[in-house]
């Protein structure tokens, strides 16, 4: 799976907009790009997925660079149960066999939100 | 449906000794995965069942883990000879997939392993 590179860590403030920035400069044609988050003493949960256009669904919001080689995860108005570790991977739909099937997780970025 | 259930929640042991670990993935939900997280750093992919089929093991599981997933239903990660490396919280997580890479994953509370 392609590498991608996030920050270690961001802070917000509750009820404003956060942008979650990731780097996947070796994004291949037929990646998706992925976002899991991962909530204290919990397993990691999805958030939003997409290919090439952008997507919104009920949690976030999922901006793709034209060139695909950046994107960001846009929380729209972060609450404290939103301070969590953002993980941004790339699934290539056409690893081959089987492989597709795993998440390849970096070490993510620590989102703190300050009330 | 209550989503992926996993037993026990926490786990300690002595070095040597053997565990196993049972994972209760979401009903019909044909892939099951385990993944291994140690402090601070992101989940890693352990192995992987398609049905009852183990497709994909990583090179992270060596010849002290064994995987099962009979009836294609729950699994059980066994870990003999436990070692203090193996200390770690063990994720499972499952989906319902027909192929491609765009399946969802369901991840369950994890089981945390303290090897003394």
């Known amino acids: 799976d392609a590498k991608t590179t996030q920050p270690n860590s961001m802070e917000s403030n509750e009820e404003e907009p956060v942008h979650l920035p990731c780097n996947h400069s070796?994004?291949?044609?037929?990646?998706?790009i992925h976002w899991y988050r991962q909530l204290p003493s919990q397993g990691p949960e999805y958030v939003i997925h997409?290919?090439?256009s952008n997507v919104n669904n009920r949690m976030a919001s999922l901006a793709i660079a034209e060139d695909r080689k950046s994107s960001t995860l846009i929380l729209h108005r972060a609450t404290l149960r939103d301070a969590a570790v953002y993980y941004c991977?790339?699934?290539?739909?056409?690893?081959?066999?089987?492989?597709?099937?795993?998440?390849?997780f970096g070490q993510g970025t620590i989102l703190t939100v300050h009330p | 449906d209550t989503g992926v259930s996993q037993n026990p929640r926490h786990k300690i042991t002595k070095r040597g000794q053997n565990v196993t670990f049972r994972c209760d993935p979401i009903?019909?939900?044909?892939?099951l995965y385990w993944y291994r997280q140690t402090l601070g750093q992101g989940p890693e992919f352990l192995t992987y069942?398609?049905?009852?089929?183990?497709?994909?093991k990583s090179r992270l599981l060596s010849d002290r883990f064994s995987a099962e997933r009979p009836k294609g239903s729950f699994s059980t990660l066994e870990i003999q000879r436990t070692e203090q490396g193996d200390s770690a919280m063990y994720l499972c997580?499952?989906?319902?997939?027909?192929?491609?890479?765009?399946?969802?994953?369901?991840f369950g509370p994890g089981t945390r392993l303290t090897v003394l």
């Open positions: 070796t994004i291949s044609g037929t990646d998706y």
């Open positions: 009903s019909e939900h044909n892939r």
């Open positions: 069942f398609q049905n009852e089929a183990q497709l994909e």
């Open positions: 997409g290919l090439t």
């Open positions: 997580a499952s989906s319902l997939s027909s192929g491609g890479a765009t399946d969802t994953q369901y």
């Open positions: 991977i790339l699934r290539d739909v056409y690893a081959g066999g089987t492989s597709y099937g795993k998440l390849t």
